[in-house]
């Protein structure tokens, strides 16, 4: 895989900017040697505004003369937007080098797209010299043509997996600590902006791996696992928070005690507030606790994250349930501000003939059952409807209770399952069954008790105008599957009806608390909502980047203050930034590199057992080759010297040698 510099020749006004600022010098537009004749007025019709449009003997646009990297600083910085990299390309024709000396034919411009004169160098000093330090931003709108001086703006252009990170970790900081064997340093970068680093180096759904430019090449960084193996080596010391400066007088009480209650409770605590946490359960974590197995996420791991928020200063009290222990009216009137995070754990229902039959469950109910019974057990033969990681937390934990096999029905193909692909190995790696194409269409029963499931074969439509192929029936290919029990776990509800008559919460047509999208306020003063009871299931580290947002909000209407005026994160806050190491220069291998696999625990009796963690962990000498193969996206916005070791260039200098 590579990728291809194009331009809009339409739009390209000659500047330069891109081939100034390419750190690899992959661009190139050359000029004609010779000072150059002006042109008549009929040839001055070119792209280039002002005087320069004498010059009739200019390039027309540039064109790419080596390995591009795709690191975006050309299409970030292009004046008037006319650059694209086009990533994923299998072959790539560069310009010929060769001498050019002649001067236009007389009918005007001379487009040299065809020929140059460079050859790829090593890359020069920042542009704009040492008195200035120079980088790139965002751009926030097409109309915005060049950026500013570093510290005359706030944000700065962060690297595709941060920028997809949902609470925005510097995973390419953290990544190449760990390559350098920096295991606290790693930690405190990752535990800076989240404050769950030990669970989410287990359970995250890794958007940032989905980002990852290194996959342009062969497979992603396994980012997520290089999270786990920081918090697995890292000290106490690493973990040490520091409390807030002093505590204020204000007070809040936080529903629910998931990752977006606990969020937001570790950030307003950051920010001196008393937060006080309540939920019905008898164990803190919400479903990261009741949903997601110990052989997954082993309690010492969850607990290492919430006792460290208990230390902070939350308070959490368990076994309370709102509007059976509490009322809501009573925690609106004694304290400043509530925050609703109650998740969304009301299970869908199947839609099919027979599902009220006894031994259909939700998935969820099961697995809050599994999670806090030892002695919970399931037997006979077991189906799992769905794809996502509920199913497959249901399907391996029912292999831990006693089923005799479990069958996993998925309408769609594996390689559209929701769930990470690590969870459908391992869950195949078992012994569980997985029916691709399938989707039931009646529970089969004898007097109220489920006997079986009949599926109906699927195919993929073409793909809709979002490339998303839809799953249809094929008539005439039921068949019957001799099941005991079905688990159902096609996605989930939140459940308002913990909410008195007559609140001013707004409740939406699914279910859902309405709220203002911006300050995530409801209609009840002083009361916000967070989380999946706004917006649906989704990931842990969504919650705790809504959990975020919402104490940004909370902050905000308890201290008077505009909300555009106040920081995400605490004022004090202290994120690592990435800084160039010493020598000033990195070294990218592009070389094809296979991606570290986590190893599994092995063994029948492995399935079995309910505690002891499936996933065993890189060894020190698998995180640093993994670490290493990190192409250091985080340092592009520096314009660092970057030496490129490719393929092609080891072939090149082979033959140099030969």
């Known amino acids: 895989m590579a990728y291809r510099f194009q331009v809009n020749q339409q739009t390209c006004i000659n500047c330069g900017i891109c081939m100034d600022l390419c750190p690899v010098r992959c661009l190139d537009m050359t000029r004609p040697s010779g000072e150059g004749e002006l042109g008549l007025p009929q040839e001055l019709l070119t792209p280039i505004p002002g005087d320069y449009a004498a010059r009739s003997w200019m390039m027309l646009a540039p064109v790419q003369v080596a390995q591009c990297i795709g690191c975006q600083v050309c299409a970030q910085e292009c004046p008037t937007n006319a650059i694209v990299i086009e990533s994923s390309v299998k072959e790539l024709t560069y310009a010929k080098p060769g001498p050019v000396s002649y001067l236009p034919p007389e009918d005007g411009w001379q487009p040299l797209d065809a020929f140059t004169r460079a050859f790829p160098e090593e890359p020069g000093e920042q542009p704009w010299g040492e008195e200035h330090q120079w980088h790139v931003a965002e751009r926030m709108a097409t109309w915005q043509s060049w950026r500013t001086w570093l510290g005359e703006r706030k944000e700065d252009l962060r690297a595709p997996c941060q920028a997809a990170c949902p609470v925005g970790t510097n995973a390419g900081l953290y990544v190449s600590m760990v390559a350098q064997g920096r295991y606290d340093e790693a930690f405190r970068v990752a535990y800076e902006p989240n404050p769950f680093p030990a669970i989410c180096g287990r359970v995250c759904t890794a958007p940032c791996e989905d980002a990852c430019r290194r996959g342009e090449f062969d497979l992603p960084i396994a980012i997520r696992d290089l999270k786990r193996f920081a918090s697995d080596h890292a000290t106490q010391k690493a973990r040490k928070i520091t409390p807030p400066k002093k505590w204020l007088a204000e007070r809040v009480a936080i529903v629910g005690a998931g990752p977006t209650g606990l969020s937001a409770a570790y950030y307003l605590a950051r920010r001196g507030y008393k937060a006080t946490v309540f939920d019905a359960m008898p164990v803190a974590g919400g479903m990261m606790s009741i949903g997601i197995p110990d052989y997954r996420l082993p309690r010492e791991e969850l607990n290492r994250d919430i006792d460290a928020m208990r230390e902070l200063g939350v308070e959490i009290r368990l076994n309370t349930a709102i509007g059976l222990d509490v009322e809501f009216e009573e925690l609106e009137r004694e304290y400043d501000a509530v925050l609703l995070a109650v998740g969304a754990q009301r299970s869908q229902r199947l839609g099919v003939p027979g599902e009220d039959s006894h031994g259909v469950i939700p998935a969820t109910n099961f697995l809050k059952d599994f999670n806090l019974n030892p002695d919970t057990k399931?037997?006979?033969?077991?189906?799992?409807?769905?794809?996502?990681?509920?199913?497959?937390?249901?399907?391996?934990?029912?292999?831990?209770?006693?089923?005799?096999?479990?069958?996993?029905?998925?309408?769609?193909?594996?390689?559209?399952?929701?769930?990470?692909?690590?969870?459908?190995?391992?869950?195949?790696a078992e012994g569980i069954e997985l029916h691709e194409l399938v989707a039931p269409v009646q529970i089969l029963s004898s007097e109220g008790h489920v006997r079986g499931v009949r599926c109906q074969r699927m195919v993929l439509s073409e793909p809709d105008e979002k490339g998303r192929r839809k799953p249809v029936p094929v008539l005439g290919t039921e068949f019957d599957i001799p099941i005991d029990s079905v688990l159902v776990a096609i996605g989930e509800a939140p459940d308002p009806s913990f909410l008195p008559e007559g609140t001013s919460v707004g409740v939406a047509p699914w279910g859902g608390l309405l709220i203002n999208p911006q300050t995530l306020a409801t209609g009840a003063p002083g009361v916000f909502a967070a989380g999946d009871v706004t917006y649906g299931p989704k990931s842990i580290i969504h919650a705790?980047?809504?959990?975020?947002?919402?104490?940004?909000?909370?902050?905000?209407?308890?201290?008077?203050?505009?909300?555009?005026?106040?920081?995400?994160?605490?004022?004090?806050?202290?994120?690592?930034?990435?800084?160039?190491?010493?020598?000033?220069?990195?070294?990218?291998?592009?070389?094809?590199?296979?991606?570290?696999?986590?190893?599994?625990?092995?063994?029948?009796?492995?399935?079995?057992?309910?505690?002891?963690?499936?996933?065993?962990?890189?060894?020190?000498?698998?995180?640093?080759?993994?670490?290493?193969?990190?192409?250091?996206?985080?340092?592009?916005?520096?314009?660092?010297?970057?030496?490129?070791?490719?393929?092609?260039?080891?072939v090149s200098a082979k033959a140099v040698g030969v």
């Open 378 to 428: 399931i037997e006979g033969s077991v189906a799992v409807v769905g794809g996502g990681s509920t199913a497959m937390d249901a399907a391996r934990s029912a292999l831990r209770a006693g089923a005799s096999s479990v069958h996993i029905l998925y309408r769609r193909t594996r390689v559209e399952m929701p769930a990470q692909a690590e969870e459908v190995r391992a869950a195949i």
């Open 544 to 650: 705790a980047a809504h959990g975020r947002l919402a104490a940004k909000s909370i902050h905000s209407y308890l201290s008077h203050i505009a909300l555009r005026e106040i920081t995400e994160l605490p004022e004090d806050e202290y994120q690592t930034i990435s800084t160039l190491p010493h020598e000033t220069h990195i070294t990218l291998d592009l070389r094809p590199t296979p991606r570290e696999v986590m190893p599994l625990r092995e063994g029948a009796a492995a399935s079995r057992d309910r505690s002891t963690e499936f996933a065993l962990g890189f060894t020190e000498e698998q995180a640093r080759r993994e670490a290493s193969r990190c192409l250091r996206c985080d340092l592009a916005y520096l314009c660092p010297s970057i030496n490129v070791i490719s393929a092609d260039s080891i």
